[in-house]
């Protein structure tokens, strides 16, 4: 079988800047050489940043994004750079979580997806914000997302 192609991709196999606004940046999209199979794709990005809309001062979260693709799958490069886009931008915990789930869905249109968003303390206190499209599919491997909930000095 031969695989499916990845074509007009700007991103890859370059330096690429890191847009200046999560509006502004690109999810590109590559072929899924397996359509019809139900697998799960999972990213991690433990270091996410964005701005707190109020004070200007960084936040810190751990994100973990996984989702059932169906035709189409994200190119890792162009989300690495739509994640980054959001370090100077300015945003509440459940906003940044939520767009973010919801901007990848409109460009995969996938069979499912979710976030978890493990937000770092601010003020003595995390936020976790878990967002999803309905139920997984049946017979779908769903591992835990592995981020422990925060226990401080415990």
């Known amino acids: 079988?031969?695989?499916p192609t990845a074509t007009g991709l700007t991103q890859l196999g370059g330096k690429s800047e890191i847009p200046p606004s999560p509006d502004l940046a690109v999810?590109?999209?590559?072929?899924?050489?397996h359509p019809g199979t139900t697998y799960l794709v999972r990213f991690t990005?433990?270091?996410f940043t964005s701005l707190c809309p109020?004070?200007?001062q960084p936040d810190f979260a751990h994100l973990v994004i996984d989702y059932v693709p169906d035709e189409l799958l994200v190119e890792s490069k162009s989300l690495k750079l739509f994640l980054a886009s959001y370090r100077n931008h300015g945003a509440f915990h459940e906003d940044c979580t939520v767009a973010i789930g919801k901007r990848l869905v409109d460009a995969l249109s996938p069979q499912w997806a979710r976030i978890g968003g493990y937000w770092y303390p601010r003020g003595g206190m995390p936020i976790d914000v878990f967002w999803q499209t309905d139920s997984p599919p049946a017979g779908l491997w769903l591992p835990d997302q592995g981020v422990a909930p925060y226990r401080g000095r415990g």
């Open 54 to 56: 109020i004070t200007g």
């Open 27 to 33: 999810l590109e999209t590559v072929p899924n050489p």
């Open 1 to 3: 079988m031969a695989e």
């Open 45 to 47: 990005a433990p270091e």
